[in-house]
């Protein structure tokens, strides 16, 4: 740098000397030409990029200048001293300290899932449960984390209904029924129950003449099938139709069922049953010209078939039941050309199953 600034001063001063053989018209010339010109270039760019050496070289002019002159120029005189102080400074400027270390990616997942998964521990218990597994978080961290996320308090983020469905779904039978409009002017009626827990569908019975008395012997049905079952349902959900009287209820009761009637003009308590009527007529009653009761029952019997077999379900991920419960369930991936289409009710439904 020395032998640069050496060289610089060097040329400087071949220059001034060439410059004191020149007239002073010359001079003025261009001086007048320079300034123009510096005027052009500070339009095009107000703040230019200078080294080290022109602000020295300039620096040094400055002191020959007058002082009103020295304002306008593009480099002060502290700039190289400033530029010097700098890494002077950098030298004796003392290290900090190192900050708490980041929390690792895993750990902060955990904490995650420990919030979501139980709703009603809070911050002091999952710092307790971390600490078991050999993890020491504070709780202030574990709060900032959560915050961070909108995970709420414990106290607000407990959904009751949801977490009473999710722990009694093996338990809880949806009832209800459902009308199917036909080409003449009656309407017939079929009862159904799906399992909460599994989405299997049982079709109880299809009449033309829905009445107490019919759901009653509907109730006589499903009570034998479900003593036969073990009495694994303990909580059938219906809602307050007219049909379903006090003589229903008596009936389920006396193989200890114990059933639960919705609010009333609130159909979203018995949403996996509504879900269901909306999925069996949109997917199939709706597209078929329905005759009459006969033909009422072969449609749902091949619909339900092929809901509990052959479609997955979006409540649960693809499809809650279990693989083995499934028939042409496969675990490795099918190649695409070894799967077949099976049709029902026309081509109105498929089915597509891996070729043995």
């Known amino acids: 740098m020395a032998v640069r600034l050496l060289y610089r001063l060097l040329v400087h001063v071949v220059a001034w000397l060439a410059l004191c053989a020149r007239s002073s018209a010359s001079k003025d010339a261009e001086i007048l030409a320079l300034r123009h010109e510096v005027a052009v270039l500070r339009r095009a760019n107000a703040k230019p990029r200078s080294s080290w050496a ?14 009103a002159l020295r304002a306008h120029r593009i480099v002060a005189p502290g700039t190289p001293l400033r530029r010097h102080r700098r890494p002077v400074a950098a030298r004796w400027r003392q290290p900090r300290r190192p900050g708490r270390p980041p929390l690792a990616d895993d750990v902060v997942a955990l904490i995650v899932r420990f919030a979501t998964e139980n709703r009603s521990r809070g911050v002091v218990r999952i710092q307790g449960e971390l600490r078991r597994l050999g993890h020491r978080v504070a709780a202030s961290t574990i709060r900032r984390i959560l915050r961070a996320r909108r995970i709420p308090p414990p106290g607000t983020r407990d959904d009751s209904w949801r977490t009473f469905l999710r722990a009694q779904a093996d338990t809880l039978l949806a009832i209800d029924f459902l009308h199917v409009d036909t080409v003449t002017p009656k309407r017939p009626y079929a009862a159904f129950a799906i399992e909460v827990g599994t989405r299997r569908v049982r079709l109880l019975g299809v009449t033309a003449h829905p009445t107490g008395t019919w759901a009653v012997q509907v109730a006589r049905e499903l ?18 139709d007219a049909r379903f009287t006090a003589a229903f209820d008596a009936v389920l009761a006396s193989i200890g069922i114990d059933v639960v009637p919705t609010a009333p003009q609130a159909p979203t308590v018995n949403a996996f049953a509504e879900r269901r009527i909306a999925s069996v007529r ?13 033909h009422v029952r072969v449609l749902l019997d091949a619909y339900v078939e092929h809901y509990d077999a052959g479609r997955s379900h979006q409540g649960d991920g693809p499809d809650p039941r279990a693989p083995d419960d499934i028939p042409n369930v496969t675990a490795l991936p099918t190649r695409p ?7 029902r009710l026309g081509g109105l439904l498929n089915q597509y199953d891996a070729v043995a």
């Open 54 to 67: 022109d602000c020295a070289s300039l620096s040094a002019l400055a002191r020959v200048l007058p002082k």
């Open 223 to 240: 009570a034998a099938d479900l003593d036969d079952a073990g009495h694994r349902f303990t909580h059938p959900v219906r809602d307050r």
């Open 282 to 294: 949109r997917e199939c009653t709706d597209r078929i010209l329905v005759t009459g009761e006969r």
């Open 337 to 343: 050309d070894r799967i077949r289409r099976r049709q």
